[in-house]
């Protein structure tokens, strides 16, 4: 027993931070359940399927996590982790954009239930998000310095933002570039050279939004690592 709790102290944070996304998932999975059976409905069910996509960057978070440590494989592992983590990023926020369903009611449940159905997704999915970046912040800011971190932070806030676009509005998907990569490119080109005043405003006000709320979590995070010491000092 004292051997395993030795083993488990160092990553003990991050192992309660994976017990709480794991807690909130199953939280918002079975908030879904209770909806179909006092609806007898499937209304929703995209939720679920959009909360198992959100965990796929930090899967592969954790994967360019390991491989950044192995000093041989760095060189083309973190690139092609990387690349496939920022792919599939913007799954994990989007979520947030369901809530636009809720100005759609469906009969025979409370609007507040929904409310809070989606909200439950959605919170989960956004701090998927938000660990994984963390993951990924922390292998450049290792390699490369803390600008270089904070540098990444904003270019996944505005590229992750561009690819919730796309996924709500345009309506393509992560696999689409697996798939048909030659014809998104070039559709993906056209619209870059063509924006709509209404891709313009989403793509702002998301990426601000969403770097606001990942710099006020890291900030806090800053502020129990400085409360931290003073509490040790303090104890007799």
């Not at 909200?119 to 999915?125: H, L, S």
């Not at 806030?157 to 998907?173: A, D, E, K, Q, V």
């Not at 080109?189 to 891709?199: C, D, G, N, T």
């Amino acid at each position: 027993m004292k051997k395993l709790y030795e083993h488990v102290q160092p990553v003990k944070f991050r192992l309660t931070v994976f017990a709480l996304l794991c807690g909130a998932t199953l939280l918002s999975l079975l908030l879904f359940r209770v909806r179909t059976l006092l609806s007898d409905s499937l209304d929703y069910v995209f939720l679920v399927g959009n909360i198992f996509l959100a965990w796929i960057p930090l899967g592969l978070a954790h994967t360019a996590t390991a491989f950044a440590w192995k000093r041989r494989y760095i060189m083309w592992s973190v690139p092609i982790s990387t690349a496939l983590w920022l792919l599939f990023f913007p799954n994990a926020p989007y979520i947030l954009t369901d809530l636009q369903h809720l100005g759609h009611p469906k009969p025979g449940i409370p609007v507040w239930f929904d409310v809070l159905l989606i909200i439950w997704f959605a919170w989960t999915g956004l701090l998927l998000g938000m660990v994984s970046l963390f993951l990924m912040q922390d292998i450049v800011r290792r390699e490369f310095g803390g600008i270089a971190g904070w540098v990444f932070v904003f270019a996944v806030g505005f590229l992750g933002s561009l690819g919730i676009y796309i996924g709500r509005f345009l309506r393509w998907n992560s696999w689409d570039m697996f798939f048909n990569p030659l014809g998104r490119l070039t559709e993906l080109l056209y619209y870059a050279a063509h924006p709509s005043m209404q891709s313009i405003i989403f793509i702002g006000v998301f990426s601000t939004f969403f770097i606001f709320f990942y710099v006020t979590i890291y900030a806090f995070g800053l502020l129990l690592h400085e409360q931290a010491p003073k509490t040790s000092q303090e104890t007799p």
